[in-house]
């Protein structure tokens, strides 16, 4: 058992029906933030914490997701005798092995997403990124740094709105040392007025693959889906399990202001295009 997280899992299964139409016939994952599809975000973000492998949990329709990294021939020899550059490609160039894939035959919830990918992650701890909660700066390198102090299981957590805790995996706190809280409790979902604080789960994880065991059991939680924050609760008690509030605004490009809010933010901080879409953002 390695104490390195070097494979991280992708869920990109759901059905994206926030998004809709436009996730009719493309995963929200290929969807444009500036200049690249949310995907290459998260792919970059993990590659900067070190991961050595990434494993998408991919359904129908979204096999774009393995093409976006896959070398373009036609593409690429049409540039070259253009004379014209290959650099805008290179980040969406994955070396062989380091992107792999499972399908996900029904979408049954994120933590039967996750379960997918037991064979391949194996007996190792593992991150999980949902690439659709966009950190800006990454947040999983100081994920896996306070990890290698922390050891156990550990999730990323913001305080979110009082009204808004329907909408996450909600944490029991223990202590707080800084940024990094001890998890006593997860639910998943609870109503504001059953809620047991504000600190919510957000898109990125370092599980232990004990994990595997619970989710085989294939239990059902809210919304009939099987969970990854019911499989998660059982780990507390028998597995250090902490929470850390990073330091990296998160966009949440699954829904449609959030997904126009980060390409918003995002323009207004690039180099090439920032001036002109202040400007034209105060004109409108
Ligand atoms: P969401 O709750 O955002 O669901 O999933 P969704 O289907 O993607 O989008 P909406 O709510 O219909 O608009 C959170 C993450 O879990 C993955 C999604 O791809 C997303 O990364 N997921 C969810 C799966 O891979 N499989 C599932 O069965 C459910």
């Known amino acids: 058992m390695t104490n390195r997280v070097r494979k991280a899992v992708f869920p990109v299964a759901g059905l994206g029906t926030r998004l809709l139409p436009a996730t009719k016939t493309m995963p929200k994952e290929m969807l444009t933030i500036v200049d690249r599809p ?27 997701l393995v093409d976006y990294f896959d070398t373009a021939f ?40 996750v379960w997918c990918a037991r064979e391949i992650v194996g007996d190792e ?12 700066p990454g947040a999983l390198k100081p994920m896996v740094e ?10 990323a957590t913001e305080e979110v709105p009082a009204d808004k805790t329907g909408s996450y995996g909600i944490i029991t706190p223990g202590g707080t040392s800084g940024a990094v809280t001890e998890v006593r409790g997860l639910v998943e979902k609870p109503a504001p007025n059953e809620a047991p604080s504000r600190l919510g789960v957000i898109g990125r994880y370092i599980l232990q693959p004990q994990v595997f065991a619970i989710l085989d059991r294939g239990e059902t939680g809210a919304g009939g889906e099987i969970q990854l924050t019911d499989a ?9 399990f ?9 966009h949440d490009c699954g829904d449609k202001a959030g997904f126009v809010i980060a390409n918003l933010a995002l323009a207004l901080k690039h180099e090439d295009i920032g001036e002109k879409v202040r400007d034209a953002l105060s004109r409108l």
């Open 38 to 64: 949310l995907i290459q975000y998260a792919v970059d973000e993990a590659r900067a914490a070190g991961i050595e492998q990434m494993i998408f949990v991919t359904g129908r329709g979204k096999s774009t």
């Open 74 to 113: 036609e593409l690429e020899a049409t540039l070259r005798d253009k004379g014209k550059s290959l650099d805008a490609l290179a980040p969406s160039r994955a070396q062989i092995g380091e992107i792999v894939t499972v399908r996900q035959q029904q979408p049954l919830g994120l933590g039967h997403a």
């Open 125 to 136: 701890p593992f991150a999980v990124i949902l690439p659709d909660d966009l950190m800006v």
């Open 146 to 155: 306070a990890w290698e102090q922390l050891g156990g299981n550990l999730v």
């Open 232 to 240: 998660m609760a059982r780990l507390i008690g028998e597995q250090p």
């Open 242 to 250: 902490h929470a850390l509030k990073v330091d990296s605004v998160r």
